[in-house]
């Protein structure tokens, strides 16, 4: 599981492009790269990858076939920045009063879908992006909701259900921290409904549909 709080941008140093598997690599900062071992978790633009190969400070990951369908991870490239988080710890660390903080919304990194980008509005402190949302998942959006867009825990500030279009306001230290900056209209971005929100939808549709169909006779 991971918080949605994106720990660092760093790029693609590598990259094997084969049939319905891509193998790419990352150059880890120090602090991500501690304790980290093989078979463990990494969130790289919203998507949970499992360490393959650590040589030094560059760790490295497969992307599947379904990986590369659902997600932007199929638009990689050399030096390619993408946004990273460690998994979040539970429990009482060491030296530690209490354990690790959730800052943002729990994610899984099992990515739902993308989104394209449809405009901008760039200010001197902040930006503003739009996107589309794909139909089988836009019931699960809310204004003032959460979404997880390219790993990182964002609150969605308008929802247009009418054309299924949603805006999310970005911060100063989010655009510092993240790749938000990076994207132009037409880019793709991952995005991982919230859980929670999911479950409560689909159970009152069930509820509604066996209401309607007389099932709970």
Same mark, same amino acid.
């Given at each position: 599981?991971?918080? *949605?709080? $994106?720990?660092?941008?760093?790029? +693609?140093? @590598? &990259?094997?492009?084969? /049939?319905?598997?891509?193998?790419?690599?990352?150059?880890?900062?120090?602090?991500?790269?501690?304790?980290?071992?093989?078979?463990?978790?990494?969130?790289?633009?919203?998507?949970?990858?499992?360490?393959?190969?650590?040589?030094?400070?560059?760790?490295?990951?497969?992307?599947?076939?379904?990986?590369?369908?659902?997600?932007?991870?199929?638009?990689?490239?050399?030096?390619?920045?993408?946004?990273?988080?460690?998994?979040?710890?539970?429990?009482?660390?060491?030296?530690?009063?209490?354990?690790?903080?959730?800052?943002?919304?729990?994610?899984? *990194?099992? $990515?739902?879908?993308?989104?394209? +980008?449809? @405009? &901008?509005?760039?200010? /001197?402190?902040?930006?503003?992006?739009?996107?589309?949302?794909?139909?089988?998942?836009?019931?699960?959006?809310?204004?003032?909701?959460?979404?997880?867009?390219?790993?990182?825990?964002?609150?969605?500030?308008?929802?247009?259900?009418?054309?299924g279009q949603f805006s999310i306001n970005l911060i100063p230290e989010t655009l510092a921290r993240t790749n938000f900056p990076l994207l132009q209209q037409g880019d793709l971005v991952n995005i991982e409904v919230d859980a929670q929100t999911r479950s409560i939808v689909e159970t009152v549709e069930r509820i509604m549909a066996e209401r309607t169909s *007389?099932?709970?006779?």
């Open positions: 599981m991971y918080t *949605g709080i $994106v720990q660092a941008l760093q790029p +693609v140093r @590598s &990259l094997e492009k084969k /049939e319905g598997l891509y193998t790419f690599s990352i150059e880890m900062p120090k602090d991500l790269l501690l304790g980290l071992d093989l078979g463990a978790s990494v969130n790289i633009n919203g998507v949970c990858f499992t360490v393959t190969r650590i040589a030094g400070n560059e760790v490295f990951f497969d992307a599947i076939r379904e990986t590369l369908a659902l997600s932007n991870i199929r638009l990689l490239e050399l030096g390619s920045l993408v946004n990273l988080e460690r998994s979040a710890r539970q429990g009482v660390e060491k030296g530690a009063e209490k354990g690790a903080e959730i800052g943002g919304h729990l994610l899984s *990194g099992h $990515v739902t879908g993308t989104a394209s +980008v449809l @405009s &901008l509005d760039t200010g /001197e402190n902040h930006r503003r992006l739009t996107f589309d949302s794909d139909p089988g998942w836009r019931k699960f959006i809310f204004e003032k909701g959460f979404l997880g867009v390219n790993g990182a825990s964002l609150t969605i500030a308008a929802l247009d259900r009418s054309t *007389g099932g709970s006779d």
